[in-house]
């Protein structure tokens, strides 16, 4: 399992890997800490616009690329909330905050990390060290 802690600088957890974003089909999902002022949607702006991608804030807040690919900001507050990822297939999912998850929340969607896409799935999380 790879957890990284984004020492420093954790916009390169929150906002990884934007050389896919012109693959097709790939999704990504971020959870957690995302309407916050200065939070993970804010810093998206900065990065996503440049790259083609079109921001969508309902129903689902979602960037959308000209390849397909898309990024989904969303939010688990309740043990049920896994529920809304069954059948989901997502080849990268970020955690901002791991430890605001349950046991139970993570690996659940650790079973949801897989794709028929071509990218290998893989899921990065962000932890206070403190």
Not at 50 to 59: D, F, H, I, T
Not at 116 to 130: E, F, L, M
Request: with cysteine.
């Amino acid at each position: 399992m790879n957890v990284a802690a984004s020492a420093g600088n954790p916009s390169k957890t929150r906002i990884s890997k934007i050389g896919v974003v012109f693959h097709t089909q790939y999704e990504k999902n971020i959870l957690n800490q995302i309407f916050v002022e200065g939070g993970l949607w804010d810093t998206a702006y900065t990065i996503y616009p440049y790259c083609g991608g079109k921001a969508v804030r309902s129903p689902v807040s979602v960037w959308r690329f000209p390849s397909g690919m898309k990024v989904t900001f969303s939010y688990m507050e309740l043990e049920k909330d896994v529920l809304k990822w069954q059948g989901a297939q997502i080849p990268l999912i970020l955690f901002d905050e791991l430890t605001h998850f349950s046991r139970k929340q993570f690996f659940y969607m650790l079973s949801r990390n897989r794709s028929i896409c071509g990218v290998k799935p893989y899921v990065r999380a962000t932890c206070n060290t403190h």
